[in-house]
């Protein structure tokens, strides 16, 4: 079954400090890999997305992520984090069909 | 911007009530999505649609039913609301023809069941 694994819960960085988010995902195939965004009372926002290609996809808001496929792993990166990012952030997968599984989440406090 | 709505955004009901969440988009998609989201589980796959008048469940549906008698608007009914349904919902829709096409969402409808 596949299965969305965002290790940390919560993440606490600086203002100007880089930032790496974690996800594992469990899947037979390639997958189709998400991110999104979600600031207090929004909704989701698509920061960005991987269905194939280069394996370092770039996003909106300065945010890149790189898919790993030896280690599993969508890792979304910021080489220097603005206090505007704070907010929740949820890695997807998708088997190409409708289905998304949603990782639990990783909120990101900015200090100032 | 996908052009999605819902109403109402917040909501008070109490246990036993019926209550119906509307999302309407206006740009024709075909797939249409139902999501709750509560903390400690991400989303969760209530109901989706693909079509007008067709609908399948999601991996959390018991308690639900959905309608879509419109290409633009997708109804989540509670027939008789529990207090483990207070949650926020979450409508989306894909774009284009295909279910594997990007997922964008609503601004969410936050229900509380007293």
């Known amino acids: 079954a596949q299965s969305v694994t965002q290790p940390d819960i919560h993440i606490t960085v600086s203002e100007g400090a880089s930032l790496e988010l974690r996800c594992n995902y469990s899947?037979?195939?390639?997958?189709?890999l998400f991110w999104y965004v979600q600031s207090p009372g929004q909704g989701l926002q698509l920061l960005l997305k991987y269905f194939s290609g280069d394996t370092l996809v770039q996003g909106i808001k300065g945010f890149e992520a790189e898919f790993k496929r030896s280690q599993s792993s969508f890792n979304l990166r910021k080489p220097s984090v603005h206090w505007s990012d704070a907010a929740e952030y949820f890695c997807a997968v998708s088997s190409g069909t409708y289905k998304y599984i949603f990782g639990t989440g990783t909120r990101l406090k900015v200090l100032a | 911007d996908a052009g999605i709505t819902q109403s109402p955004r917040h909501k008070v009901t109490e246990t036993g009530t019926p209550v119906t969440l509307r999302c309407h988009q206006t740009?024709?998609?075909?797939?249409m999505y139902w999501y709750r989201q509560d903390p400690g589980h991400g989303l969760r796959l209530i109901h989706y649609?693909?079509?007008?008048?067709?609908?399948d469940k999601g991996e959390v549906s018991d308690g639900y039913s959905v309608s879509r008698s419109k290409t633009e608007d997708f109804l989540l009914t509670l027939e008789s609301a529990t207090s483990s349904q207070t949650s926020v919902y979450f409508c989306?829709?894909?774009?284009?023809?295909?279910?594997?096409?990007?997922?964008?969402f609503g601004p969410g409808t936050r229900l509380l069941v007293l």
């Open positions: 989306a829709i894909s774009e284009g023809e295909e279910s594997s096409e990007t997922q964008y």
């Open positions: 740009e024709n998609h075909r797939y």
């Open positions: 899947y037979g195939a390639t997958p189709y």
């Open positions: 649609s693909y079509g007008v008048k067709d609908t």
